[in-house]
């Protein structure tokens, strides 16, 4: 995922998972950079890239959005219990 911090450009790796609206839900820490700066008009990049290395074929996947952080503590709950 990349993002701005600090007037910074940052990438960072992460865990996601694609909601049933289509939405990406990044999986990130406490501590990390992008939850204590993301709103809703936080504007950030996310890449998602998968390889076979027997068949030498692959796809990759590049979307660019705004960013906002899920606070309900259901939804919350309901992500963490997915398999990242």
């Known amino acids: 995922m990349g993002f701005t911090h600090q007037a910074l450009p940052v ?5 996601h998972l ?3 609206e289509g939405g990406i839900i990044i999986r990130t820490h406490a501590g990390a ?3 204590t700066t ?3 008009s936080e504007v950030v990049v996310y890449g998602a890239d998968r390889l076979d290395l027997d068949t030498r074929t692959g796809w990759s ?3 660019t959005g705004t960013a906002s952080r899920v606070t309900d503590a259901e939804t ?3 992500y963490r219990s997915l398999p990242a």
């Open 38 to 40: 993301a709103s809703a």
């Open 33 to 35: 950079a992008l939850p």
């Open 76 to 78: 919350t709950a309901d």
């Open 61 to 63: 996947v590049v979307v």
């Open 18 to 20: 694609v909601s049933d």
């Open 11 to 15: 990438i960072r790796p992460v865990n």
